[in-house]
């Protein structure tokens, strides 16, 4: 039992990376995200995924920033604002502080994570806006494990990883904390394909990506991540399947790349 | 049989209509084409027995301002993000807030070597 396990944590980490050597602190990449409506695809929202460095009295950390904004043809019909935070260690993008705040079409909604790492656990404030106007607060503590993350660092990681050391078929797992829960995400690597995007043509690794017992994304190999095959590991394009349809997410631009 | 084709075609003629001034204009060439086969259909039922061709031919100008719109915004629709001030503002009051959040929190000097 015990090499078996051994083996397992070995297979699992041929394609895991400790140091930072993709996310630069002035980095800007910004997507066009589309939703699936009866086979034609319609332009919703941007996504925007930025980078930069904090400094507090102690230490410099790397703020790890997404916001998505609807095109404002569809702001009177369904508007979103969404940010989401984290903060995290610029050299192994450990995150210390999460934070969302959520607006969507008047749905207002905060969460903050503040991780403690010595004794693994997550204190989480969740903020809740009543239909009333008033709003209304609760605060957990959360136990969870030494490896685990928020959504935006394990975007973050993904990149992060030596996907140019590891054999198609590989997988990785990422533990994350989501509405106060913990999950296993799953990071298979599909093979390389080279796709066109806005940037050009490039060769990018396939990655498909699935959670376990959940769901948020349906399907097995339906939501894919094609990250280009260089050093920045750009995410190009993105295909997701959620309950509600399928949309996908394309490249517009990308700025500041530390490679 | 006729009237039944012709009502269709109808509904669908508005629906296409409808759907070409909103923002999911895109939808309205399903509508669009649907109404246009009905619309084929009735001329073809209307030949065979002698009556109004005016309901039908109502259907097709529709369907033919329907599509022309939708096409036109296919081609020359541009998106761009809304007002984000408040977005850009409440990012600002954030990472103030999180510097006061990260100076309390206990940073793993591991981390950071």
């Known amino acids: ?259 | 049989m006729k009237k039944l084709v012709i009502i269709l075609g109808f509904i669908s003629a508005v629906l296409a209509v409808v759907l070409a001034v909103t923002p999911l204009f895109k939808i309205a060439f399903i509508p669009g084409v649907a109404a246009l086969i009905l619309g084929v259909v009735a001329i073809y039922f209307s030949k065979e027995k002698q009556g109004s061709k005016k309901t039908i031919q109502l259907i097709f100008l529709l369907t033919i301002i329907a599509l022309a719109l939708t096409t036109y915004k296919s081609v020359f629709d541009t998106v761009e993000v809304g007002n984000t001030e408040e977005l850009i503002e409440k990012e600002n009051e954030s990472q103030e807030d999180a510097i006061e959040e990260l100076e309390g929190l206990e940073i793993d000097e591991s981390d950071f070597e």
């Open chain 1, 1 to 259: 039992m015990r090499y078996l396990i051994l083996i397992i944590s070995l297979f699992v980490s041929t394609i895991s990376s400790a140091q930072n050597t993709s996310i630069g602190a002035n980095e800007k990449l910004t997507f066009s995200a589309s939703y699936n409506m009866s086979g034609l695809l319609t332009e919703l929202a941007e996504v925007t995924m930025e980078t930069s460095e904090v400094k507090t009295s102690t230490s410099t950390l790397l703020r790890l920033k997404c916001t998505a904004a609807t095109y404002s043809k569809w702001d009177s019909f369904f508007k979103i604002r969404d940010l989401y935070e984290s903060y995290v260690s610029p050299k192994s993008l450990r995150p210390y502080l999460y934070k969302r705040d959520i607006n969507e079409g008047g749905y207002e909604k905060f969460m903050q994570y503040k991780f403690k790492r010595k004794t693994n656990t997550v204190e989480s404030i969740k903020r809740k806006k009543r239909s009333d106007g008033s709003t209304w607060e609760e605060k957990k503590k959360i136990k969870i494990s030494s490896t685990t993350k928020d959504l935006v660092s394990t975007i973050y990681n993904i990149r992060n990883l030596d996907i140019h050391k590891a054999t198609p078929g590989d997988s990785e797992v990422f533990k994350v904390v989501f509405d106060n829960e913990e999950f296993s995400l799953n990071v298979k690597y599909l093979n390389k394909e080279t796709i066109n995007t806005n940037l050009g043509r490039k060769e990018c690794y396939k990655l498909a990506i699935s959670i376990n017992n959940s769901t948020v994304l349906k399907g097995n190999n339906d939501n894919l991540l094609w990250l280009t095959a260089d050093a920045n590991k750009i995410p190009v394009y993105a295909k997701f399947k959620i309950p509600v349809g399928s949309g996908e997410l394309k490249i517009k631009s990308a700025t500041g790349l530390k490679n």
